[in-house]
């Protein structure tokens, strides 16, 4: 269901359910959820990267599974979207910086899913967009993650519009950190993308991570006040000094 590995501070994260082209049922978004929380939690683990088993990202919701009763008990609807945006709030407000790296098909909650990670890497030929309009339902929970990321004409346009939007178009919008023209060249700037994060001060990647977040919302005097005040507890506690001696050679 959800396979873990870690390596090098790396810890990769791969839906792993082939036969259902990665579809998300609500035993997977809980799987998932644990498994952020044990990595985000881990004191060796300083990247997070979501992959997809089979050649695919994944595609949305389970449909088929939350149409099903287990053993005469219809699915707890209120429970499965429960663990799913639990995901996204794991996601947001996590120590480490997540990585969507995405080949084939990224749609529908797999959509929500990469838009959800700090940083998005794809195959050229990826495909992604909010195919829950094609079923008469809103992207409930892809919407707002958009309407953070992007401007509110793309971002509208992707929510409403349920078609195919390129990885290259996405790219262009700014959503899509890097592209690969296959899945071997992916793998290559995935291990290189995450082995550069991983190979930073964990700190100064939290610090960062947490300061962007935070200006986000904020109008740009208080987010220059809170940077300052950042620089002057870094400067108390004698980080600035510390880096110096390390530039200068010393201890």
Same mark, same amino acid.
């Given at each position: ?6 390596? %090098? ?7 792993? @359910? ?14 998932? #959820? ?20 089979? $050649? #695919? ?5 389970? *449909? +088929? ?6 053993? #005469? ?11 799913? !945006? ?13 990585? =969507?790296?995405?080949? $084939?098909?990224? !749609? ?13 890497? %794809?195959?050229?030929?990826? !495909?992604?967009?909010?195919? /829950? ?5 809103? =992207?409930? !929970? ?12 793309? $971002? ?17 919008? $700014? ?8 899945? %071997?060249? *992916?793998? /290559?700037?995935?291990? @290189?993308? %995450? =082995?550069? &994060? ?7 990647? +939290? ?12 109008? &740009? ?20 000094? =510390?880096?110096?001696? +390390?530039?200068? #050679?010393?201890?």
């Amino acid at each position: 269901m959800i396979r873990e590995e870690t390596e %090098a501070g790396i810890r990769r994260l791969t839906i792993d @359910r082939p036969e259902r082209r990665n579809a998300i049922d609500a035993a997977t978004a809980r799987a998932l #959820g644990a498994a952020i929380r044990t990595a985000q939690a881990a004191e060796d683990v300083r990247v997070l990267v979501l992959q997809g088993a089979g $050649g #695919g990202f994944r595609t949305g919701r389970d *449909l +088929k599974a939350s149409a099903q009763a287990a053993d #005469g008990v219809a699915p707890d609807p209120f429970a499965e979207d429960e663990a799913w !945006v639990e995901i996204f709030h794991l996601l947001h407000r996590s120590p480490i910086p997540s990585l =969507a790296v995405v080949e $084939g098909h990224a !749609v529908a909650g797999g959509f929500t899913l990469a838009m959800g990670c700090d940083f998005v890497l %794809a195959t050229r030929d990826a !495909v992604f967009g909010a195919y /829950e309009m094609r079923h008469g339902f809103p =992207a409930a !929970v892809c919407t707002p993650i958009l309407a953070r990321v992007v401007g509110p004409r793309l $971002g509208l346009e992707f929510a409403l519009f349920g078609e195919p939007i390129s990885a290259e178009r996405l790219h262009g919008a $700014g959503l899509i950190n890097r592209l690969a023209e296959d899945g %071997a060249a *992916l793998a /290559e700037i995935a291990d @290189r993308f %995450a =082995a550069h &994060l991983a190979g930073l001060e964990p700190r100064a990647v +939290k610090f960062a991570r947490d300061t962007f977040r935070a200006a986000e919302n904020m109008p &740009l005097d208080n987010a220059l006040d809170m940077g300052r005040q950042l620089n002057q507890l870094i400067a108390a506690t004698g980080g600035f000094a =510390a880096a110096g001696r +390390k530039l200068g #050679g010393g201890d």
